[in-house]
């Protein structure tokens, strides 16, 4: 069986500053990784994914994640956070890479940016 | 393209009464699924569609909630009679089946109160 652990219900952090939200998993099977992005009052938004290949997957807007297999691990970083990266952030797992394998979600982690 | 469709944004009902969300996917994307997000908790799937069979509804409590995806297209949940503990955005998401493209897109969600 599948599941997620996000550690961190809550993160806050200065502007410029940087950070790692931690995400841990759990699964019998290879699995597929992948980090969401909710903002305030909008759906989920895909921010990056690990399907195979390089362990590091970068997105457009800064965010890096490295999959650690050993650790079981896909935290994901910034450098320097800006004041629009304050959201929600959703670590998920799948076990499959068609659309007929579900996702499962860790409990979300708030990220908070100080001016 | 254009994203995936829910209404209402907002819904509050009394203990009892019914409730009905609908979702319109992106076109042409073969699967549909129906996650109910309670605050401070990640996305649990409800149920999922592929075109308009049902492929998992393991979590999907029977007794209350019913949904439907007619012609493969639209969707509908319905709730009846809602508890307190539905309170929740009940997110819908379409994905195609191809292999070599895998991301949900998620609707902005229906946020339920029940009082």
């Known amino acids: 069986a599948q599941s997620v652990t996000q550690l961190d219900s809550q993160v806050p952090v200065f502007e410029e500053a940087p950070v790692e939200l931690r995400c841990n998993y759990s699964?019998?099977?290879?699995?597929?990784l992948f980090w969401y992005v909710q903002y305030p009052n909008q759906g989920l938004q895909l921010l990056l994914k690990?399907?195979?290949?390089?362990?590091l997957v970068e997105s457009i807007n800064g965010f890096e994640a490295e999959f650690n297999k050993s650790q079981t691990s896909f935290h994901l970083r910034k450098p320097s956070v800006h004041i629009s990266d304050t959201a929600e952030y959703f670590c998920?797992?799948?076990?499959?890479?068609?659309?007929?394998?579900?996702?499962?979600f860790g409990t979300g982690t708030r990220l908070t940016v100080i001016p | 393209e254009a994203g995936v469709a829910q209404s209402p944004r907002y819904k509050i009902i009394e203990k009892r009464q019914s409730v009905a969300f609908w979702c319109n996917p992106i076109?042409?994307?073969?699967?549909l699924y129906w996650y109910q997000q309670i605050l401070g908790q990640g996305p649990k799937l409800l149920i999922q569609?592929?075109?308009?069979?049902?492929?998992?509804d393991s979590q999907l409590p029977k007794d209350r909630f019913s949904a439907e995806r007619l012609k493969g297209v639209d969707s509908t949940l319905k709730i009846q009679p809602a508890k307190l503990e539905d309170s929740a955005v009940y997110l819908c998401?379409?994905?195609?089946?191809?292999?070599?493209?895998?991301?949900?897109?998620f609707g902005s969600g229906t946020r339920l109160t029940v009082v």
């Open positions: 998401a379409s994905s195609p089946l191809d292999r070599d493209f895998y991301g949900y897109t």
């Open positions: 690990y399907l195979s290949g390089s362990t």
């Open positions: 998920a797992v799948s076990e499959g890479l068609t659309g007929a394998n579900n996702l499962f």
């Open positions: 569609f592929q075109n308009n069979g049902v492929v998992d």
């Open positions: 076109s042409g994307h073969a699967t």
């Open positions: 699964s019998s099977v290879s699995v597929y």
